[in-house]
């Protein structure tokens, strides 16, 4: 069943009302969407794309209970299992008996623990009280979305863009609106693009950085330069998504919310997952002025009280935790096979990549496979592009579409180096079958 969406493209100029099947192809296939399903669904869940990272995960885990060899390069987590001194505060917990409800936001400790990492890491001040912990950072990226925008607020999103960000504001029934980048400028927006697309309407700006999917890692200056411009439109929040912070292969990491004049209007969100290699345990969490917190906290209450007790724990110990030791190996690990996977990129005819500098993904331009044949299959789209090499060489990544840019594919190398270098000479041998 085809469903509307309501998107502005402001480079453009235009509102443009795209498809489920236009934004997100893998929808269109789905068995779980069928048309009887559709009508008892609310209309809610009907506007809803499942999400396309984790559609095309569920299909490398079909493919490869078929028997086929598959190699996933679709799911953003790190390859890497938990520090074990993290596991040992989980078991420790279990023993002593972390076994009840904990307040909505999160037991006071860990709260303490997210402060000290605040204040220790990016140099925020916050209070217990302006902290929340959620069941992932994605949780905590919905309950901003759900506190602060009602139907038809608008939200500036830099692309490329996480995948779940247009799928959370619109369960909160705001607008994304879309804020087209090149990968020439490294996919980054200027001050003066993201200001052109603002409105009356305009309400947040979200943007990751370290980005998922490009690893574009926006600089001190260039933060500076957005928050001057948002300092005309007062009534415009930022989230500023840093759950990647301790990927990154610059200088160092710089958060929004340092900023005197975004202190009162920034919500950073930030959590385990990714750093501490802990996404199974589902902690992320946010800091925010109180007011926010407040509103997130009363969401929160509403839909899962808090997260895991026992997980909570564990995180307050990957907090404490000295960062450097915990994520120097792991960074080093990954910007290896960053530039390894740049190289077999680069040598693959008509593919064009950004350099990324941080997160663990690449995101390549493969336009130049539009329009072209095996003799068999048609390759038109980004999404036409995965299917033909998830299907072909079983290989898995995702389309662009779903991150707001229809020629790039996202590549996760999150996965062993021999994996990888398997992988890239299936799909080298597998695009040279094109024409
Ligand atoms: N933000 C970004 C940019 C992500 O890539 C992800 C997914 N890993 C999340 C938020 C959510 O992370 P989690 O829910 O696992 O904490
Ligand atoms: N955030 C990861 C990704 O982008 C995990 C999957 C998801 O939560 O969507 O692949």
Redesign the pocket.
């Known amino acids: 069943m085809l469903q509307n969406y309501k998107f502005i493209n402001r480079k453009q100029n235009q509102t443009t009302s795209k498809t489920n099947q236009q934004l997100f192809p893998i929808f269109a296939t789905s068995k779980k969407y069928n048309k009887k399903s559709m009508t008892k669904v609310s209309d809610r869940l009907n506007r809803l794309a499942e999400s396309a990272t984790l559609a095309m995960a569920r299909m490398s885990r079909e493919l490869k209970a078929k028997g086929h060899d598959v190699i996933a390069l679709s799911l ?2 790190p390859d890497f299992d938990t520090p074990d001194f993290i596991k040992e505060a989980a078991k420790k917990a279990i023993e002593d008996n972390y076994s009840h409800y904990t307040p909505v936001p999160g037991l006071p400790e860990l709260r303490n623990a997210i402060v000290t990492k605040f204040k220790r890491d990016n140099n925020l001040e916050f209070t217990a009280d302006q902290i929340v912990t959620s069941t ?4 905590s ?1 919905a309950n901003v979305c759900l506190s602060l925008l009602n139907p038809g607020d608008e939200v500036l999103l830099p692309c490329p863009y ?1 995948v ?1 960000y247009a799928e959370i504001i619109k369960l909160a029934e705001g607008v994304p609106v879309e804020v087209p980048s090149s990968i020439d400028s490294d996919f980054k927006v200027t001050p003066e693009e993201l200001e052109a697309a603002i409105t009356p309407n305009t309400k947040l700006l979200m943007f ?1 950085s370290p980005c ?1 999917p490009s690893g574009t890692v926006y600089t001190k200056d260039e933060l500076e330069a957005i928050a001057k411009m948002l300092e005309k439109y007062p009534n415009i929040y930022v989230v500023a ?1 840093e ?2 912070e301790h990927i990154n292969f610059t200088e160092g990491h710089f958060s929004m919310g340092t900023i005197p004049s975004m202190k009162e209007r920034t919500v950073t ?1 930030n ?1 385990v ?2 750093g501490y290699a802990m ?1 199974g345990w ?1 902690v ?1 969490f946010i800091g925010a002025p109180l007011w926010i917190a407040k509103a997130c906290n009363k969401i929160q209450g509403q839909i899962t009280s808090a997260t895991c007790a026992i997980a909570q724990k564990a995180a307050e110990t990957a907090m404490l935790a000295n960062p450097k030791e915990v994520t120097t190996d792991m960074k080093a690990t990954f910007l290896k096979r960053r530039d390894m996977i740049l190289n077999e990129l680069n040598n693959i005819e008509g593919i064009k990549c950004n350099i990324p500098q941080g997160a663990f993904y690449v995101f390549p331009d493969v336009s130049y496979y539009f329009g072209k044949s095996d003799g068999t299959t048609n390759i038109n789209n980004a999404n036409d592009f995965c299917m033909y090499l998830l299907n072909s060489c079983y290989v898995a990544f995702v389309a662009g579409d779903a991150f707001g840019n229809p020629e790039c594919v996202r590549i996760s190398y999150a996965a062993a180096d021999d994996k990888l270098m398997e992988a890239m000479g299936r799909i080298k041998n597998q695009l040279a079958k094109l024409s």
């Open positions: 953003g987590e992932g950072a994605k949780q990226l996480w779940s990751s998922n998504d759950i990647y969100v959590g997952s990714k996404t589902r992320g």
